[in-house]
Antibody, heavy 121, light 113 residues
Framework: EVQLVESGGGVVQPGGSLRLSCAASGFTFDDYAMYWVRQAPGKGLEWVSLISKDGSDTHYADSVKGRFTISRDNNKNSLYLQMNSLRSEDTAFFYC???????????????WGQGALVAVS | DIVMTQSPDSLAVSLGERATINCKSSQSVLYSSNKKNYLAWYQQKPGQPPKLLISWASTRESGVPDRFSGSGSGTDFTLTISSLQAEDVAVYYCQQYYSMLHTFGQGTKLEIK
């Protein structure tokens, strides 16, 4: 059974930093690109970042570029999101998501974690 | 970036009736080499993460009831629920995965009339 479990959320002051983690299990982690998506309370989904299966290729939404860094450790089956210079508008639930198709960045998402809340205040 | 625009923002439909949600992309998401539309639909219920319903604009995922169907090509897409059930109350999102930035529509809230 595929499981994605986010951790590391919390309350942080504007300008502060936080690191989210996503522990993956139930699939061959290093076969799939991984993603972060966020959702401000009561709002819609916003795609944040992606990372290729080997970690060599990363991309970011304009709203977080230069402040957030996505990474992964395939030995630990884990995905990360380092968030710096946080702003109030970054307050959201952050979901990690797994690519449906292996070996490509151009995929939709078949499994999502339950989300981690980041509150910047 | 490709902008995804859904309509309407909210929709109320009677049980057993048809619900139709539209999604328009600011540029084509049809990849010419494989003739596939890089468009997905998700359902999100309160307090839950999104659930994938449809890939490639019209391919229903395993376990998704056949009352859900997707159609369209290029820049205009539709999600149809043929006979609304109470458990279909949710917010529905389209997403393009044609470009590297896999943008979502703003969502359509579906309620029972």
């Amino acid at each position: 059974e595929v499981q994605l479990v986010e951790s590391g959320g919390g309350v942080v002051q504007p300008g502060g930093s936080l690191r989210l983690s996503c522990a993956a299990s139930g699939f061959t982690f290093d076969d799939y690109a991984m993603y972060w998506v966020r959702q401000a309370p009561g709002k819609g989904l916003e795609w944040v970042s992606l990372i290729s299966k080997d970690g060599s290729d990363t991309h970011y939404a304009d709203s977080v570029k230069g402040r957030f860094t996505i990474s992964r450790d395939n030995n630990k089956n884990s995905l990360y999101l380092q968030m710096n210079s946080l702003r109030s508008e970054d307050t959201a639930f952050f979901y990690c998501a797994k690519a449906l198709r292996s070996g490509t960045l151009y995929s939709n998402f078949d499994f999502w974690g339950q989300g981690a809340l980041v509150a910047v205040s | 970036d490709i902008v995804m625009t859904q309509s309407p923002d909210s929709l109320a439909v009677s049980l057993g009736e048809r619900a139709t949600i539209n999604c328009k992309s600011s540029q084509s998401v049809l990849y010419s080499s494989n003739k596939k539309n890089y468009l997905a639909w998700y359902q999100q219920k309160p307090g839950q993460p999104p659930k994938l319903l449809i890939s490639w604009a019209s391919t229903r995922e395993s376990g998704v009831p056949d009352r859900f169907s997707g159609s369209g090509s290029g820049t205009d897409f539709t999600l149809t629920i043929s006979s609304l059930q109470a458990e279909d109350v949710a917010v529905y999102y389209c997403q393009q995965y044609y470009s590297m930035l896999h943008t979502f529509g703003q969502g359509t809230k579906l309620e029972i009339k």
